[in-house]
T-cell receptor
């Protein structure tokens, strides 16, 4: 079952605009990671945010995490055509023993299209 | 540092056959996880290995198995292939896990006819 629900499912913007994608999850987490995937290829890691962090930045990316609402958002500023891809959030959630042992649970993803 | 590599990149098999996929993690990474990606089910966790031991397993039938070698390289095997096994199979490595960044390989695309 999917832990994360992503919103919107698809997003179409013009180059230079900002893109915001949201992710909601159901259980407590250790961390949340965002990935990008181009055309069914491998996943590229973007950012990892831990449960005790509220915001992280990396270049044009800004990720927020609200554990009280069980939600996260990914903001891409000044989008480029090369940002066109699917974006996934993935949660690392502890099992009953408090560990997750390498299991990430992914959302269905947001398809971002950036028009030149 | 070289990234995660997976071989082969593409594979075509027929129902009933078996297949073995290989994954070489980033040098120094000891944890390897496997995922299946399909249009209908999305990305689903198969299993994770660390120091040649399976530590975690997803909800897949016993036809799906894996192993890890002493050099951290991992293989997964699918026996008695079914049409529904057609998917992109991704492996990911991390330093130790849990709670660490997972770095993914390019995937092996399996088509079952």
């Amino acid at each position: 079952s999917q832990q994360g629900e992503e919103d919107p499912q698809a997003l179409s913007i013009q180059e230079g605009e900002n893109a915001t994608m949201n992710c909601s999850y159901k259980t407590s987490i250790n961390n949340l990671q965002w990935y990008r995937q181009n055309s069914g290829r491998g996943l590229v890691h973007l950012i990892l945010i831990r449960s005790n962090e509220r915001e992280k930045h990396s270049g044009r990316l800004r990720v927020t995490l609200d554990t009280s609402k069980k939600s996260s958002s990914l903001l891409i500023t000044a989008s480029r055509a090369a940002d066109t891809a699917s974006y996934f959030c993935a949660t690392d959630a502890p099992n009953a023993g408090g560990t997750s042992y390498g299991k990430l649970t992914f959302g269905q993803g947001t398809i971002l299209t950036v028009h030149p | 540092k070289a990234g995660v590599t997976q071989t082969p990149r593409y594979l075509i098999k027929t129902r009933g056959q078996q297949v073995t996929l290989s994954c070489s993690p980033i040098s120094g990474h000891r944890s390897v996880s496997w995922y299946q990606q399909t249009p209908g089910q999305g990305l689903q966790f198969l299993f994770e290995y660390f120091s040649e031991t399976q530590r975690n397993k997803g909800n897949f039938p016993g036809r799906f198995s894996g192993r890890q070698f002493s050099n951290s390289r991992s293989e997964m095997n699918v026996s008695t292939l079914e049409l529904g096994d057609s998917a992109l199979y991704l492996c990911a490595s991390s330093l130790v896990a849990p709670q660490e960044t997972q770095y993914f390989g390019p995937g092996t695309r399996l088509l079952v006819l």
